[in-house]
Nanobody, 116 residues
């Protein structure tokens, strides 16, 4: 049973920084594609960033140059460093694991609120 536990969310002023983390259970973390998604009130869940097992990354245009996704396979953890935060980044941030068979697993989410 895969478990993904996000942490690090909170309240930050516009222009500030925050790092969210996602710790995964299981022994095959290194072969998984990991991603961060977010969902703002009244909006659909959207892709923020992904990182493959080989370390290739992909970002939504809205966060390019401000957010950085990274992973530590020794700790079974994926991170999202968020800089220059804007009020429109306010959302619940979800961690997603995708297996090589394309099965998705989701975390419970962590709230990020950016005040203006």
């Amino acid at each position: 049973q895969v478990q993904l536990v996000e942490s690090g969310g909170g309240l930050v002023q516009a222009g500030g920084s925050l790092r969210v983390s996602c710790a995964a259970s299981g022994s095959r973390f290194s072969i998984m594609t990991m991603g961060w998604y977010r969902q703002a009130p009244g909006k659909q869940r959207e892709l923020v960033a992904t990182i493959t097992s080989g370390g290739s990354t992909n970002y939504a245009d809205s966060v390019k140059g401000r957010f950085t996704i990274s992973r530590d396979n020794a700790k079974n953890t994926v991170y999202l460093q968020m800089n220059s935060l804007k009020p429109e980044d306010t959302a619940v941030y979800y961690c997603r694991m995708t297996t090589p068979q394309l099965l998705p697993f989701w975390g419970q989410g962590t709230q990020v609120t950016v005040s203006s």
